[in-house]
């Protein structure tokens, strides 16, 4: 009788013994399971956002190659359209040296050729490049040879901008002492003429700029 008391009372402890540990299982289990869900998002955020940002910087570098192969491949093109221009123009640095006028100039000229290399400029020059040949081609009535050939530098200044895609800071005699031989007194009319040109365009400019200073403050107040 007593036994059967005894037995019956570790029966319902041994039940609750075995709840507890089952409850105390499943909560590590469960907190397991959160823990790795934590670890396990925390990775793949990192690795999808890994992947996002690998993508957007090849994105990126290709983006930049294609836009420099790109320019390159339009400086190219510009340099051959730019020597195709010129080398008409080569065989007459003698005759312009020589004093000759502007339109004998033409003379030595292969026109055929001037005239193809002329509209391949027109389409792939910059304007600037276009006003300075306009000058040099042109010219002013009256104009001597060292205006021609100062308009002749200004034009492969022009082009070498264009291309190089970078502000010049070569001077007319510079560029010129290149193919042509100078005497001290040309030398040194050059030299003046380039500089008067320079303060010409500097006393231009200082108008212009006062007159958008006085529209900016007007339009500020």
Not at 166 to 184: D, G, I, M
Request: aromatic fraction near 8%; charge should be positive; charged fraction near 25%.
């Amino acid at each position: 009788m007593n036994q059967t008391h005894k037995g019956s009372t570790a029966n319902p402890r041994r039940v609750a013994l075995g709840i507890v540990a089952a409850i105390v299982v499943l909560g590590l289990i469960v907190a397991g399971v959160y823990l790795f869900s934590k670890v396990a998002s925390v990775a793949v955020v990192g690795v999808v956002g890994g992947a996002v940002a690998g993508f957007v910087a090849s994105l990126a570098l290709k983006s930049y190659e294609f836009r420099k192969q790109h320019e390159a491949l339009i400086a190219e093109k510009k340099r051959e359209v730019y020597s195709r221009l010129l080398a008409p123009w080569i065989q007459t640095l003698v005759r312009i040296k020589d004093g000759k006028a502007a339109d004998d100039m033409l003379a030595g000229v292969d026109l055929s050729g001037l005239y193809a290399s002329s509209f391949d400029t027109v389409l792939y020059g910059s304007e600037a490049v276009l006003r300075r040949y306009v000058e040099f081609r042109c010219g002013e009535e009256g104009r001597d040879s060292i205006d021609t050939l100062r308009n002749f530098a200004n034009l492969l200044i022009a082009m070498r901008e264009d291309i190089t895609g970078q502000k010049s800071f070569l001077s007319e005699e510079a560029v010129l002492r290149t193919f042509v031989n100078l005497q001290p007194e040309e030398r040194v009319v050059l030299q003046l003429r380039e500089y008067a040109a320079k303060v010409l365009a500097i006393s231009e400019r200082l108008p212009n700029d006062s007159a958008a200073k006085k529209q900016g403050k007007t339009t500020a107040t």
